[in-house]
């Protein structure tokens, strides 16, 4: 049986940020995950948007930390993993919207968050031919910014894979057994031991966390995205439009390093489960509110759609946890509502800084992603 100190379920964007943050601090790291490479499940399905403008100090501090992280990731490592300093945009038609923006600018301006409040003609200026009748202005937070989950995945893998860390694929975790003061996790292949287990599975921690005794209210939604082909740049920032369309809750779109428009939307009502098929509903919707709110789009080839899965709680944060279930040694940092691309580096971070002792379990960065909350709340950036 081959021992390490952690364990890891899971090479997404959890996992793999987290090995790659922990084998710096020199812990023996496997990382086990049942598809072929690293960044095969949610990942993929990112469409690679990187903010810190929340509503909740806990993710306006991690997603600050990712921001430095994917930010200076070239300079420090040499590695381009398409990374765009281009804003998030939240543009404004409705009183409804301006309210509830610019309460939120109070909170996120109180955790240091870089935003304000910008004019029609900043508005106008920022994304080109943007609807101008009956825009009000928008929130706007220059620092956030986008980045290729593909490229910045494998980055992360390779800098673990230096760093020391193992990683086994092609091996589905079948049983987790905690005997005293360690974790032995079996697969179909093979057996493991050690004395830290984390559960990043994303879309099935809760089935891996059901191993050792311990339910998390993690369950998945479905979410489809498409991408267009490339054409001359109109808009650096992120737009999204919160306002609620026929069959969506919001929709949100930017224009990535290769010039291709990348748009994804919250259906509504939420669809749970775990398929993964397009539908023929999405684009006709996504497409009436995009060109509703940018009619120069009206042109641009869509080069293909896909389906993700949102590992969603019931409020829309984030669950990270240490001796989960009272369990010395197991750590859950699942339930990252499809925003694990932008937590995953901060966290991964944060959660290496407490291993070793440079940070308290409940430092500022995890403080309310207790596993033991009421989630009565609710984020309101979802």
């Given amino acids: 049986m081959l021992s390490y100190d952690i364990i890891i379920a899971g090479a997404g964007s959890m996992g793999v940020p987290l090995a790659m943050f922990l084998s710096e601090k020199k812990f023996k790291v496997l990382v086990l995950d049942k598809k072929a490479s690293p960044g095969q499940g949610q990942n993929k399905c990112a469409i690679g948007g990187i ?9 306006i501090k991690t997603c600050l930390k990712s921001i430095e992280i994917f930010s200076t990731w070239k300079e420090i490592n040499g590695d381009d993993i398409g990374w765009v300093q281009g804003g998030y ?3 404004v038609y409705r009183e409804k919207e301006e309210k509830i923006l610019k309460d939120l600018l109070k909170v996120q301006k109180g955790f240091g968050l870089d935003i304000n409040w910008i004019d029609q003609k900043e508005a106008l200026s920022l994304v080109k031919g943007i609807r101008k009748d009956g825009l009000l202005g928008g929130t706007y937070s220059p620092k956030d910014g986008s980045a290729s989950p593909l490229l910045s995945i494998n980055a992360f893998y390779r800098k673990a894979m230096k760093n020391g860390a193992s990683f086994i694929f092609n091996e589905k975790i079948g049983e987790i057994k905690h005997s005293g003061s360690s974790f032995i996790i079996k697969t179909e292949k093979s057996e493991y ?3 830290i287990f984390i559960n990043a599975a994303g879309a099935h921690a ?6 050792l005794g311990v339910d998390i209210p993690v369950k998945p939604d479905c979410h489809e995205a498409g991408i267009t082909e490339p054409v001359e740049e109109f808009a650096k920032p992120m737009v999204v439009d919160i306002r609620e369309g026929e069959k969506s809750k919001n929709y949100y779109f930017y224009q990535n390093f290769e010039g291709q428009i990348i748009f994804c939307m919250t259906p509504s009502p939420q669809i749970w489960g775990y398929d993964r098929r397009s539908t023929s509903e999405f684009l006709p919707e996504i497409s009436r509110r ?3 709110l940018a009619p ?3 042109n641009v080839k869509v080069r293909r759609v896909w389906r993700g899965l949102y590992p969603m709680t019931p409020d829309g944060f984030p669950i990270v946890e240490f001796d989960a279930g009272g369990m010395e040694g197991y750590v859950v940092a699942a339930g990252m509502c499809g925003q694990g691309f932008m937590l995953g580096p901060g966290l991964g971070w944060t959660l290496a800084e407490i291993m070793v002792g440079a940070k308290k379990k409940d430092d500022e960065n995890i403080a309310n992603f207790r596993l033991e909350r009421n989630f009565s709340g609710q984020e309101k950036l979802k």
């Fill in 296 to 298: 120069i789009l009206s």
């Fill in 193 to 195: 031991e050690s004395k």
């Fill in 206 to 211: 809760k089935e891996i966390s059901l191993m």
């Fill in 89 to 91: 945009f939240f543009p």
């Fill in 290 to 292: 995009m060109l509703r």
């Fill in 51 to 59: 903010r810190a403008t929340h509503s909740d100090g806990s993710k």
